[in-house]
């Protein structure tokens, strides 16, 4: 049933009498609470604040007077009592209120700094089940619910970046904070709430293989406000999910200016593409507009960079270029030749971060480490009323799980190159057609309606870059061939035959996949199923 409201006026400011500290993350936090002081607020504080405040010479009352009740149960109750939850919640304006508050002897609190135990930090760390668990704020969430509910008299403050603001509100108003702030304080603290408890629930799905519950909530951390979105009349934002996986999220910018919505898009698809690839050898991939233009692998970044670029030396201009290695010198001299938007690699040498320097614009980011392939996670997807969510797609299949269904077997050098380009085949936009030799794209086609126009399109691009490169006939001869979904008519194959290829890798299931194989046959070339699909929509 609804509480009917009393519709009491909302007082523009409220001046600041009493403050509740309560917090995990402590930084800031002296500072904060000395402001106060030396504005006459008195400081109330629970267990490990209590002592850091007291620490530093400030007075500080026990959560306890308020409550005439000391902590309990490891600490875990502490707070969840009505001589502070009364103190949060009661309308000054009420007569009621205030004569319940004078009753139980419940003091006023106007102010509450308060943030939550690193629940998210535990779990990224990867701590025990039974230490995650302890680390789900009960009373820290509610005191947070119960200050940003009642914004018209209590100022809720959740994240140390916020205290300055506050301190300057105080000063500037006579010790008083304004409405509006009160107001955006509190929408910030119930989207932290929200967000702490995505992740709490989050983490028990993952724990119990959920693959849909009932309720799926998401939460994120502000990173970076866009100049806009994929076009400039779209507003966008960046938020971190606080999953400690390498790529753009966790990757530190250390040149360049901000990267932009389409920006950081394409650097996440560049680097989950290289990230595909062991640094066992060295491997490039350059994006342009979500779909690699070029990728390789060899035994230098520099070859690598070198014969991914020569795959479509067009799209590339104006990309993004990921590397699976620390980025070298000798490969930063080789980028600087042409207009990059992004590098983003592991790390990058001293002396190539010199090299870079000289080109402003250019954004370099280091993520520390590549992305597992194998781990799970989810994607997510708007639709109109809707999410559509889905498992990270992080299946390999490896050559020596291939299942031959030609009369004739590729051969080892084939046998490799099939591997490869059914890696890179999983990251580009269906339907995906992928031609590679030797460790290298020669010919990629990306987002068609029909199979055999990106057949069609990466050979025409195939036939481009051999003019490009001054070369007697494109890559494709002698190439092999990756479908990213199985051919369901022959005619697809037939154009990847006529472009040159010898071998195919395709996931099969198709009702026609024996006349697709049929045609292989008949054109003496060798054909491995996968029985795994990558649609990349």
Excluded at 74 to 93: F, M, N, Q, W
Excluded at 237 to 247: I, L
């Amino acid at each position: 049933m609804a509480v009917v409201s009393k519709n009491h006026p909302v007082p523009d400011m409220v001046q600041v009498r009493r403050a509740l500290l309560s917090v995990s993350d402590k930084s800031g936090l002296v500072e904060f609470a000395r402001g106060l002081s030396e504005l006459g607020v008195e400081l109330v504080s629970t267990g490990g604040t209590r002592a850091a405040l007291e620490a530093a010479g400030l007075k500080v009352q026990d959560v306890s007077d308020l409550t005439g009740f000391p902590e309990i149960m490891d600490g875990r109750v502490k707070t969840l009592h009505p001589g502070v939850h009364g103190g949060l919640l009661s309308i000054r304006a009420d007569e009621e209120h205030v004569a319940a508050m004078k009753e139980h002897s419940i003091a006023g609190i106007d102010l509450a700094v308060v943030n939550l135990y690193p629940f998210e930090e535990t779990v990224a760390v990867g701590a025990d089940a039974a230490t995650i668990v302890e680390n789900i704020d009960i009373g820290g969430p509610a005191m947070i619910r119960a200050s940003a509910k009642n914004h018209a008299y209590v100022t809720a403050i959740t994240d140390p970046e916020d205290y300055d603001r506050v301190l300057e509100a105080l000063r500037s108003h006579g010790g008083a904070v304004p409405l509006g702030l009160r107001r955006e304080l509190a929408a910030l603290a119930f989207a932290r709430t929200a967000a702490y408890d995505a992740a709490v629930s989050g983490w028990f799905a993952r724990e119990l293989s959920l693959e849909a519950p009932r309720h799926r909530a998401f939460g994120g951390q502000l990173l970076d406000v866009m100049r806009y979105g994929e076009n400039p009349h779209q507003a966008a934002a960046f938020y971190s999910t606080g999953e400690k996986r390498p790529g753009v999220a966790t990757a530190t910018l250390l040149q360049g200016k901000q990267l932009s919505y389409n920006n950081i898009n394409d650097t996440d698809a560049a680097f989950e593409l290289v990230s595909e690839f062991d640094r066992d050898r060295a491997a490039c991939a350059i994006i342009k507009h979500a779909n690699p233009c070029g990728v390789a692998v060899s035994d230098s970044l520099t070859a690598a960079y070198r014969r991914a670029l020569e795959c479509d030396q067009t799209s590339a201009f104006g990309g993004i270029i990921a590397f699976n290695r620390t980025l070298d010198a000798e490969t930063a001299t080789e980028i600087v030749k042409l207009f990059t938007e992004v590098i983003v690699a592991p790390d990058a040498s001293d002396e190539a971060r010199a090299i870079l320097a000289a080109k402003k614009n250019l954004r370099l980011m280091v993520t520390g480490g590549l992305a597992d392939p194998s781990q799970p996670g989810l994607t997510v997807k708007t639709v109109a009323g809707g999410l559509l969510v889905q498992g990270r797609d992080n299946g390999i299949v490896l050559p020596e799980d291939f299942k031959v269904v030609t009369k004739r077997a590729p051969d080892a050098r084939e046998l490799a190159d099939l591997g490869f380009a059914f890696r890179v085949a999983k990251h580009v936009k269906s339907n995906a057609i992928v031609y590679a030799k030797n460790g290298a794209t020669v010919g990629i086609g990306a987002g068609q309606m029909s199979r055999v126009d990106s057949a069609r399109i990466a050979a025409r691009k195939a036939i481009d870059a051999a003019e490009a490169l001054g070369l007697d006939a494109p890559l494709t001869r002698g190439s092999v061939v990756a479908s990213d979904a199985f051919f369901p008519f022959a005619d697809g194959l037939l154009s990847a035959i006529e472009a040159g290829a010898t071998a195919v890798v395709q996931p099969g299931g198709s009702m026609r996949d024996q006349d697709v194989i049929d045609a292989a046959d008949e054109a003496g070339v060798a054909m491995v199923f996968t029985g795994m699909r990558h649609f990349r929509h």
